[in-house]
């Protein structure tokens, strides 16, 4: 029998067990490690070797013949920042196969002003900081990059109904998708925790939205065990543990390049939850460099909140790193290490909490895949805390277009990995921001004005955390003003 062109594999590299692409599958099902794609890239095309190949592509990416629910056509993936980089994720079978919906369409913006306020010293030459505004997808996050990939293989495996759990953005992301698929849609999210912008977008896509009485983890755990050992219900899991998703998300990267002009950044900062970005940015790196579409890697940082920063505990307190095999895509890690540190949050009744919700998350389902990242990209890990995050996340709606709190993280690491020297004045650092504005605007509201706001309250009324939001630095509040000419023009200052 001929070797397959793209499995699925045991990132364990005791283990390396191979499946067919196949499988639907929710971990290894030998020792249940993750799994991730994997390409026999000899199988390939060489044209994917030469940036020029996808610059082509990216020169005609606004003609779009209109798509609607029509076949897919090579316009119309040029027209997605996903599929225009497709041969550096050829797992699919034919490109009549790939489910799109004109995801990835971002912005990687130079931001001086933003730089000038954090007081960073950038030499004009080279340093710099740029923006990937992941919030411009069609469901205002970055999940939509993985979610068009992830579908993308429901649809190759027949699946019928997906489900995910989520702090709120995957789950906005799966039901767009879910419902211009016409795939049946759940979403488990923890009650209390989640940003109305994501709760509303989940329910107005008529994705079936059961709030439960638990937290993210103990959302993912409910809902992995009735993906992995209830076939009866039938349900595809759409959370980054499914390997096809962070196969999606690796071209951010790709996007980021092509803002350089094809160069690579020295640094790459993201916020830290779940770890499927950060996986999915690592694995993208490995593999261009093996490709030989780069010569270097970028250093990357993860940022996360101080009360949800499990990743920053095992790798900067418990120094467990990862041992790469020689490929770098297989290896192993300190599994103990990390179970134990697990238990001893468990018997510590240890619960995340943050502001920021999208990332209030302890139990990290792609920590090893964080890892390899790490290794491979020579990364650090850094918390900050909710203050931190809201002061930076303001700086970025003055100084920018904006994000949520959770992207946010990552301007207040830069801030913090260049006071500590770490970045220098002539690095080039892209931040990567997760989530549109919007998302979230009880918290920036609060911000502004010193007051809670409606959503504190969850839909059952429980509070969405124990964090009061004081009026920020950058405040900005309104001005309450009879409905008087000269009152009006007092309050406008003129
Ligand atoms: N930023 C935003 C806006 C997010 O929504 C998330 C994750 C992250 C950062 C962290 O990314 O998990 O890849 O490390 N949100 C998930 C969700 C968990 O359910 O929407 P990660």
Known sequence: MDSPRAFQRC????????????????????????LDVDYDWSQFSIAHRNWDHFAQRSSTRGTRVAAGTGPVTPAMLDFSGVWRFRDLLPFYRDESEIVTIGEGRTNLQRADLLAKHLGFDFKAQHGGLYLQYEGYNPSGSFKDNGMTAGFTH??????????????????????????????????FIGEGKIAYGKLSQALDYGAITLQIAGDFDACLARIRHIAEHMPQVGVYLMNSVNPFRLEGQKTIMCRVLEGLDWEVPDWIIVPGGNLGNCSAFGKAFIEMKALGLIDRVPRLAVIQAKGSRTLDRIVNELGVTWKADDGQLMGSWD????????????DANERAKTIATA??????????????????????????????????????????????????ASIAGAHILRREGIIKPDDRVVCVLTGHQLKDPDVTVGYHTGRKTKSDESLAGKARGDVSIALGRLANKPIRVADDLDAILKAMGV
Not at 164 to 183: F, Q
Not at 335 to 346: G, T
Not at 372 to 395: F, P, S, T
């Open 359 to 408: 990332i209030e998350i302890n139990r990290p389902v792609n920590l090893p895949k964080a890892l390899r990242a790490l290794h491979a990209m020579n990364g650090v890990v850094r918390h900050v805390d909710d203050h931190c995050i809201l002061e930076h996340k303001a700086m970025v709606g003055k100084f920018g277009f904006g994000c949520e709190p959770a992207s946010a």
């Open 335 to 346: 599994a103990k290490a990390v179970d134990r540190e697990y238990r001893r949050m468990d």
């Open 11 to 34: 990132i364990d590299a005791s283990c390396a067990k191979t499946f067919p692409v196949t499988s639907t599958l929710v971990s290894c099902p030998t020792c249940g490690n993750l």
């Open 154 to 187: 429901a649809k190759m495996v027949g699946a019928t109904r997906v489900a995910c759990a989520s702090t709120g953005n995957t789950s906005a992301a799966l039901a767009v998708y879910g419902t211009l698929t016409g795939t049946r849609c759940y979403v």
